[in-house]
C-alpha cells in the first residue's frame, strides 16, 4: 500500500497550519465565486493565478484547487434557488432541482446536492490516490513520440466527442496559433508577429483566459441578466438537520446508483473533451432508466439531483489526474492550474511524481480536506452563502472587471495584457454565444509548447520520419486511437448517410 | 434592426474572419519555410498545418452555419444588448483609461459611476462604494501581496500616493 504511506506524507504536508489555511480559504472563495452570477470557477482561479506567484507552491495549488472544488458545491445553490446554473454542468442537476425548489423542497435538494457531491468527490479521490501512481509509472516509459500521441488523443476527444468537430478544430488551431506567436522553440526565428515587435514576447496564456472567462462571462451574463429574477427564494435556503437526515437517508437507498454515477465521472473527466459536462447528462439519464419509477423524473426526484451532482464532482476530480500525471490538462481548470504548476517552477507530468512527492501528494491529500470542508460549510452556512445573491449587480459587475484586469497586469507588469483581457472578453462573448467551445482553446494554448517540443524531438530521433509514431508499441495504439478520434465524426456521417431515412424532413445536427 | 442580426448571420462572419485569418498565416507560413527540411519541420511548418486546420473547420462550420434553415436573432430580447452595452461600454472605458489614470483612481470612478448610473444607488452608496473599493484594493495588493498597479500620473509627480 504504497499510495497510502504517499498519501499520509501528504497529509502531513497538509497539516502545516498556514496551507490549512489556504485549503479553507480556496473553498470558501470557490463557494463565493460559485455562487456569484457571472463567475465560474474557473474564472475565479485564473484571476487568482496571478497571486499566487508569491506564495510557496504547496499553499498556491491547494489554494487554487479549493477554488475549483468550492465552485462545485456553489454552483449548486443557484441552480437550484434561481435556476442559474453558473456552470454548463450545473444544468443536469436543474432538471430536478428546479421543480423540488418549487415544492418548497429546496433545503432537500440542496442538502443533497452536498452529500452526494461530497460522496462522489470522495470515490474520486480515492480512485485518484490508488491510480496516481500507476498511471505515472507508465508515463515515466513515455518518450516523446508516445507523449505526442496522448496530446493528439487529448485534442481528438475535443474533435471526436465535443459537440461540432468543425468549430472544435478551428478552436483548437486557434489555439495553438496563439501558442506559436513569438520565438520557434528551436530555431529562435520569430514566428507570426508579423513584423511588430509587440507580438515577440508571444501571448501569455493568463490575460487570454481571464478574458474569455472572465471578461466574456460577465458580457454574457449580462446580456442574459433580464430573464433572471431573484425572488424571495433566499429564505428556503435555510437547511435543517432533518434536510440533511432525509439527503443522507435518500443517499443511502441509492447508493449503488451515486457510486456508479461518480465512477462514470470520474472516467469521463479523464477524457479532455468530455469532461463534466456530458458526465452530468449521461448519470442523469441513466439513473432515469434505471429508476424504479422513471416518471418521475423532472417533476421534481430526488435521485434527479443526486445522479448529475456525484457524476460533475467526480468528473472534476478526474480532470486534474492526466494533467498531473501527463501534463494533459482534463478541463479548462486544470489548464489553468497547470499553468500555475509551470510558474511555480515545476513541470507537470510524471517526473513531478518522483522529484516533487511532497508537492503532489499535497495536493491529492487535499482533495480530501478541501471536500469535508466544502460540505461541512455548506451543510451549516448555505443560508450565508445565499446572501451573496443578494449583493447588488451593479457593484458586482465592476468589482469582477476589475479583478480581471488586475490578475492580467501582475502576471507580467504589461498594459497590453490588459487590452487582451478586454479583446479576448468580447471575442469570448461571441463565441459563447455562437457555441464555439472555449475549452479546446485554452487547453491548446497551454500545450501548444509542449506538443511541438514533442513532435519535433520524436521527428529528430526518427530524423525527420513520421513513421516513427506507427513503429513503436505503445505509440502505435495510441496514435491510431487518435487519429480514430479524430475521424469520429466521419464516420457519424457516414452512419447517418447509410442509414435509410424514416422521414424526409431531419433537421440538420447542428 | 436586431431582427436583421441573425445567430446564422454572425456565425457566416465569424467563420469568414476566422477563414480571413487562417489566409494570413498560411502566408507567413509559406514566408518562412512550409516544408519538411533536413532535420524535420522548418520554422513555417507549424504555423501553416494549423492554419490548413484553422480553414478547415472554419470552412467545415460555415457550411453548416450556412445550411441552417431558421435563424433566430443574436439577441433574442431587445434588453439582451441594451445590458451588454450597459456593461460592456463602461468596462471598456475603465480599461481604457487604467493606462492613464492608474489602476487605484480608475477603479473608484468606474465603481462609483456604476452604482449610481447602472444601480441607481442614492449619493451616499455610490460614493462610498467609489471609495472602499480602491482602498480595499490598495490595501490587498500593495500590503497583501505587494504587487505593483499601474499609477497615476500625479503618482510619478509625487502628488498623490497613487
Known sequence: ????????????????????????????????????????????????????????????????????????????????????????????????????????????????????????????????????????????????????????????????????????????????????????????????????????QGFHFVPITIGLFGVGEVLFNASERYKVKIEEMTRAA????????????????????????ALLGFFTGLLPGAGATPASFMSYGIAQKMSRHPEKFGKGAIEGVMAPEAANNAAGTGSILPMLVLGIPGSPTAAILMAGIFMWGFIPGPRLFVDQ?????????????????????????????????????????????????VGAYAIQNSLLDVWLVLIFGIIGFVLRKLAFPLAPLVVALVLGASTEQALRQSLIMSDGSMAIFFERSISMPLMVAALLLFMLPLFQRLYRMLRPRRDGDQAPAE | MREQITVKRVEIVVCLLFIALAGRVI????????????????????????????????????????????????????????????????????????????????????????VAWYGRYPWYLWLLAGVVVPVVLYALLRYGFNISMPMSPWYRQGILPV
Open chain 1, 238 to 261: 435555510r437547511l435543517g438537520f432533518h434536510d440533511v437526515f432525509e439527503a443522507v437517508r435518500a443517499m443511502v437507498k441509492n447508493i449503488w446508483m451515486i457510486i456508479f454515477s
Open chain 1, 1 to 200: 500500500m504504497e499510495a497510502l504511506d504517499l498519501l499520509a506524507t501528504g497529509f502531513a504536508q497538509i497539516a502545516d497550519p498556514t496551507r490549512f489555511g489556504f485549503v479553507i480559504l480556496g473553498v470558501v472563495l470557490g463557494l463565493l465565486v460559485g455562487v456569484i452570477p457571472g463567475v465560474g470557477g474557473t474564472t475565479g482561479v485564473a484571476i487568482l493565478l496571478p497571486v499566487t506567484v508569491f506564495l510557496e507552491p504547496i499553499s498556491a495549488i491547494v489554494m487554487l484547487a479549493g477554488i475549483y472544488w468550492g465552485a462545485m458545491y456553489g454552483g449548486l445553490i443557484t441552480s437550484i434557488l434561481f435556476a442559474v446554473p453558473g456552470n454548463p454542468w450545473s444544468v443536469a442537476v436543474m432538471f430536478d432541482g428546479r421543480p423540488m425548489a418549487m415544492q418548497g423542497k429546496a433545503a432537500l435538494a440542496m442538502s443533497a446536492g452536498f452529500v452526494v457531491s461530497f460522496v462522489g468527490a470522495l470515490i474520486a479521490a480515492l480512485l485518484f490516490t490508488f491510480f496516481a501512481l500507476p498511471f505515472a509509472e507508465i508515463a515515466l516509459s513515455f518518450g516523446p513520440p508516445e507523449m505526442f500521441a496522448v496530446l493528439l488523443i487529448a485534442f481528438g476527444t475535443f474533435v471526436g466527442l465535443g459537440g461540432s468537430p468543425g468549430k472544435a478544430a478551428v478552436m483548437i488551431a486557434a489555439g495553438f496559433l496563439l501558442s506559436t506567436v513569438g520565438f520557434d522553440v528551436v530555431t529562435g526565428q520569430p514566428r507570426l508577429t508579423f513584423g511588430t515587435i509587440t507580438l515577440m
Open chain 1, 357 to 405: 512527492p511532497e508537492f503532489v501528494w499535497g495536493f491529492i491529500a487535499s482533495l480530501y480536506v478541501a471536500n469535508v470542508a466544502a460540505v461541512a460549510i455548506c451543510l451549516t452556512a448555505t443560508p450565508l452563502l445565499a446572501m451573496m445573491l443578494r449583493t447588488p449587480y451593479a457593484l458586482l459587475a465592476p468589482i469582477i472587471i476589475i479583478l480581471c484586469i
Open chain 2, 27 to 114: 502566408w507567413e507560413g509559406v514566408r518562412l519555410g512550409p516544408a519538411w527540411g533536413e532535420t524535420g519541420p522548418q520554422p513555417g511548418f507549424f504555423p501553416f498545418a494549423l492554419a490548413l486546420v484553422l480553414l478547415a473547420g472554419a470552412l467545415g462550420a460555415l457550411i453548416s452555419a450556412a445550411r441552417q434553415r431558421d435563424s433566430e436573432p443574436f439577441f433574442a430580447a431587445p434588453e439582451e444588448w441594451i445590458d451588454l452595452l450597459k456593461v460592456g461600454i463602461p468596462s471598456g472605458i475603465a480599461i481604457g483609461l487604467i493606462s492613464w489614470l492608474g489602476l487605484y483612481i480608475t477603479s473608484g470612478l468606474y465603481v462609483a459611476f456604476f
